[in-house]
């Protein structure tokens, strides 16, 4: 069972707006959510991560959201620019576990 | 800054052939992962290390076996391999000592080719 989801397969977003993808999780025993943003023929990048003390964490162009009573995180990127265009996957981890569990993918296309 | 690094990038082998995969993490992180991504799929856990003893186990086949060496590379060995094991594989470390979270850096994957 997927206990990561990512329900919008495509996003397309005019450069300079802002993009938010949206991520849902089941599994009440993650506490710390990660976002790679991964091209093809390439490993994921690691973009930004929060743990569940915060609901908040910015770095740059990245903002991540988190909203445990709704198991809810989303990731924003102002301004959108066309090198961002690439698969987007959340990830979760659970204390008693490093491992990773991803997410399907949001491919964001930044459009000129 | 040093990357994952992984070899072969590219693997092309016979149905019931055997397959090793390296990984070489970056330098002074303690944990490896092993994760295989299908085509169209989110990357599935398989296994993982810390300070060369194995710390989790994921949906791996009995058919891999992996191991972390004293200078904390890692070997994935797939054995009698089958056309469903075709798929790129990642490798990932990060620093997990102290009880820290931190986050993984993935390197560039194998893509293995079954035929």
């Known amino acids: 069972d997927q206990q990561v989801k990512q329900n919008s397969p495509s996003l397309s977003v005019q450069e300079g707006r802002i993009s938010i993808l949206n991520c849902d999780y089941t599994?009440?025993?993650?506490?710390?959510f990660l976002w790679y943003k991964k091209y093809p023929a390439e490993g994921p990048t690691f973009l930004i991560s929060?743990?569940?003390?915060?609901d908040k964490n910015e770095d740059g162009r990245f903002t991540v959201f988190l909203n445990k009573s709704a198991k809810h995180l989303s990731l924003h990127i102002v301004p959108s620019q066309p090198g961002d265009s690439a698969v987007y996957f959340c990830?979760?981890?659970?204390?008693?576990?490093?491992?990773?569990?991803f997410g399907t993918g949001t491919r964001l296309q930044v459009t000129l | 800054a040093a990357g994952v690094i992984q070899s072969p990038r590219h693997l092309i082998k016979e149905k019931r052939e055997t397959a090793t995969l390296k990984c070489y993490p970056i330098?002074?992180?303690?944990?490896v992962y092993w994760y295989q991504q299908g085509p169209g799929q989110d990357p599935q856990f398989l296994i993982s290390?810390?300070?060369?003893?194995?710390?989790d186990k994921g949906s791996i086949p009995d058919r891999f076996s992996a191991q972390q060496f004293s200078d904390y590379h890692s070997e994935l060995n797939m054995s009698s391999l089958e056309l469903g094991d075709s798929a790129l594989y990642f490798c990932?470390?990060?620093?997990?000592?102290?009880?820290?979270?931190?986050?993984?850096?993935f390197g560039p994957g194998t893509r293995l080719t079954v035929l």
């Open positions: 990932a470390s990060s620093l997990e000592g102290g009880g820290l979270r931190y986050e993984q850096f």
């Open positions: 599994n009440s025993m993650f506490d710390y």
């Open positions: 929060i743990s569940s003390i915060k």
């Open positions: 990830a979760a981890s659970a204390a008693t576990a490093s491992k990773l569990t």
């Open positions: 330098p002074r992180h303690d944990t």
């Open positions: 290390f810390y300070e060369k003893m194995q710390s």
